[in-house]
């Protein structure tokens, strides 16, 4: 079983860009549909980079139940590896149970950190259901662009 350490390295100095799935080298068939993609030899639960001084993470749609907690181990260590003020967190497969628990759990990490949470969801249907989940603790968006907008318009006037 692989654990949240070997998913991501908590130390900032090697934290940085990780290969997405598709950049990896072809795996041969397509995983299951319940399964992660591999990256070299490890799960690629979530990738990240840094934009403008904001933690920008994506979490792998077909996360499962069996997962979810490595994943939001894994998310709460670059999110405190980085300590930036701001996290947009790409949630592409939120009507799976378990990555809507990753994200609410995400939620409690950054309120305990001081860190805004917002979440980008493609579906419109899952926004809504995502925005009733949060109540007010974060906000919910359609895409990275207007995430990263919004956070750039709440760093100005502050």
Same mark, same amino acid.
């Given at each position: 079983?692989?654990? *949240?350490?070997?998913?991501?390295?908590?130390?900032?100095?090697?934290?940085?860009?990780?290969?997405?799935?598709?950049? *990896?080298?072809?795996?041969?068939?397509?995983?299951?549909?319940?399964?992660?993609?591999?990256?070299?030899?490890?799960?690629?639960?979530?990738?990240?980079?840094?934009?403008?001084?904001?933690?920008?993470?994506?979490?792998?749609?077909?996360?499962?139940?069996?997962?979810?907690?490595?994943?939001?181990?894994?998310?709460?260590?670059?999110?405190?590896?980085?300590?930036?003020?701001?996290?947009?967190?790409?949630?592409?497969?939120?009507?799976?149970?378990?990555?809507?628990?990753?994200?609410?759990?995400?939620?409690?990490?950054?309120?305990?950190?001081?860190?805004?949470?917002?979440?980008?969801?493609?579906?419109?249907?899952?926004?809504?259901?995502?925005?009733?989940?949060?109540? *007010?603790?974060?906000?919910?968006?359609?895409?990275?662009?207007? *995430?990263?907008?919004?956070?750039?318009?709440?760093?100005?006037?502050?």
């Amino acid at each position: 079983m692989t654990t *949240a350490r070997e998913i991501v390295t908590p130390d900032p100095t090697r934290l940085g860009p990780l290969k997405t799935v598709e950049a *990896a080298a072809p795996l041969g068939p397509a995983p299951a549909a319940d399964s992660v993609g591999r990256c070299g030899g490890v799960h690629a639960l979530l990738t990240h980079r840094v934009v403008d001084d904001t933690l920008l993470v994506c979490l792998e749609p077909r996360l499962s139940i069996r997962n979810r907690a490595a994943a939001t181990l894994a998310l709460e260590e670059v999110v405190a590896a980085y300590s930036l003020p701001h996290l947009v967190l790409e949630a592409p497969g939120i009507r799976a149970p378990a990555v809507l628990s990753a994200v609410l759990r995400t939620l409690r990490a950054c309120g305990k950190r001081g860190t805004v949470l917002s979440v980008v969801v493609p579906d419109a249907s899952s926004r809504a259901l995502l925005r009733d989940a949060l109540d *007010a603790g974060g906000r919910v968006f359609g895409s990275t662009g207007e *995430a990263l907008m919004a956070v750039r318009r709440a760093v100005e006037v502050s």
